[in-house]
């Protein structure tokens, strides 16, 4: 079975400042990774993924993402926090089911509080 | 192209009723995934279907069901409510393969009194 890991609930950091959030995962095969948004009583937006290729995986509004296969991590970061960037972060992994298609498993969510 | 639209936004009901959620995926996408969120539980795959059938289900009781039409609009059914099922539904669109990505909508609120 996958599974994604973010240990941390909550993520400080002053704007300006770079900031990362952290995701593990476990899964069978080659991970496919996302890293969605959500903004209070909204949907999930869609930063970006990694599928194969280089590790560095860069996104929407300014994100970037490293895939590190050895630690089994796809850690999301920004050079340069802006206090909008404030939002529950979600990693998941996409991997194929025994039946043969795929499912996106979610983090339990990290929230990112970008003070002034 | 229009994204991932969902109707209603909000739903108040009351426990033992019944209730349907719909969701047009965005144009051309066949594959239509719906979640259930709560804060206690996080993000749960409830089911996925494709082509009008159902691919995927989640571990949820089978008072949530769902189908989909030709045109890949989908609908969810939750029956005999109880208070643990007030949630944010999400419903996804995407194509068909693993690398793509899921397109959400922004979800429906219900509130089971």
């Known amino acids: 079975a996958q599974s994604v890991a973010q240990p941390e609930d909550q993520v400080n950091v002053a704007e300006g400042n770079p900031l990362t959030v952290k995701c593990t995962y476990s899964v069978s095969g080659n991970p496919y990774l996302f890293w969605y948004v959500q903004y209070p009583n909204r949907g999930l937006q869609f930063l970006l993924k990694y599928i194969t290729g280089d590790n560095l995986v860069k996104g929407s509004y300014g994100f970037e993402a490293e895939f590190n296969k050895s630690q089994t991590s796809f850690h999301l970061k920004k050079p340069s926090a802006l206090v909008s960037d404030s939002a529950l972060y979600f990693c998941?992994?996409?991997?194929?089911?025994?039946?043969?298609?795929?499912?996106?498993?979610f983090g339990k969510g990290t929230m990112l509080l970008v003070s002034p | 192209k229009a994204g991932v639209t969902q109707t209603p936004r909000y739903l108040i009901k009351t426990r033992g009723q019944q209730v349907t959620l719909s969701c047009s995926p965005i144009?051309?996408?066949?594959?239509v995934s719906w979640y259930q969120q709560t804060p206690g539980q996080g993000l749960q795959f409830l089911f996925e279907?494709?082509?009008?059938?159902?691919?995927n289900k989640g571990n949820f009781p089978g008072r949530f069901s769902g189908r989909q039409f030709s045109n890949s609009r989908s609908e969810m059914n939750v029956s005999t409510l109880e208070l643990g099922d007030s949630a944010l539904y999400l419903c996804?669109?995407?194509?068909?393969?693993?690398?793509?990505?899921?397109?959400f909508g922004p979800g429906t609120r219900l509130t089971v009194l």
């Open positions: 996804a669109s995407s194509t068909d393969r693993s690398t793509d990505t899921q397109y």
């Open positions: 998941a992994v996409s991997a194929f089911t025994s039946r043969g298609y795929s499912t996106l498993t």
């Open positions: 144009s051309g996408h066949r594959s």
């Open positions: 279907y494709f082509s009008e059938t159902q691919r």
